[in-house]
T-cell receptor, first 114, second 114 residues
Framework: GENVEQHPSTLSVQEGDSAVIKCTYS??????FPWYKQELGKRPQLIID?????GEKKDQRIAVTLNKTAKHFSLHITETQPEDSAVYFC?????????????FGQGTTLQVKP | NAGVTQTPKFQVLKTGQSMTLQCAQD?????MSWYRQDPGMGLRLIHY???????DQGEVPNGYNVSRSTTEDFPLRLLSAAPSQTSVYFC?????????????FGPGTRLLVL
């Protein structure tokens, strides 16, 4: 089955710096890759997603890139702010058109220091 | 819309007891899923459903049962609770509608098995 590896497990940056989180997946049939942000004690919230027919997607300070050949995708946060501090999860959907089955990475705890 | 709701918010069980975690959504979503979240292990898929009457196993299905008799509800049953099932449980739902397939999470149920 699908396996998703996420690195690093923790990341500390200064406010204003950029942060990059990387994920690799194993199933070449996966075609949907969302990123979730989870604040302490709260539910995961979708922040951005990308499909396999797109190489890059950007939403203000957040961007995601996808390399299908290498089977990895990355989250880029620019101009980080203290409110970006949270746990970030990547995920992959191994069933075409089915977002009900997501396999998640282990998570990255991002700390943005003021 | 209430979105995805879960009950109870918190539950303490003794080893061997049974219980049902409730999940409901009012968005007419076809897909529903159950995840468990443990420290350092991300979100792991337990069971998922692509529609009423259809369920399938995820990554960690042992010890859990599900059924989907209606589109709105997707209960998770623990037949004989074990300490290893102590975790935070999230229910999620999503809809296939073109390119806007987002999985929405409920607030979670925190389960402690003694």
């Amino acid at each position: 089955g699908e396996n998703v590896e996420q690195h690093p497990s923790t990341l500390s940056v200064q406010e204003g710096d950029s942060a990059v989180i990387k994920c690799t997946y194993s199933d070449s049939a996966s075609n949907y890759f969302p990123w979730y942000k989870q604040e302490l004690g709260k539910r995961p919230q979708l922040i951005i997603d990308i499909r396999s027919n797109v190489g890059e997607k950007k939403d203000q300070r957040i961007a995601v890139t996808l390399n299908k050949t290498a089977k990895h995708f990355s989250l880029h946060i620019t101009e980080t702010q203290p409110e970006d501090s949270a746990v970030y999860f990547c995920a992959a959907s191994p069933l075409s058109g089915n977002t009900g089955k997501l396999i998640f990475g282990q998570g990255t705890t991002l700390q943005v220091k003021p | 819309n209430a979105g995805v709701t879960q009950t109870p918010k918190f539950q303490v069980l003794k080893t061997g007891q049974s219980m049902t975690l409730q999940c409901a959504q009012d968005m007419n979503h076809e897909y529903m899923s159950w995840y468990r979240q443990d420290p350092g292990m991300g979100l792991r898929l337990i069971h998922y459903s692509v529609g009423a009457g259809i369920t399938d196993q995820g990554e960690v299905p042992n010890g859990y049962n599900v059924s989907r008799s209606t589109t709105e509800d997707f209960p998770l049953r623990l037949l004989s609770a074990a300490p290893s099932q102590t975790s935070v449980y999230f229910c999620a739902s999503s809809k296939t509608s073109g390119l806007k397939e987002t999985q929405y999470f409920g607030p979670g149920t925190r389960l402690l098995v003694l």
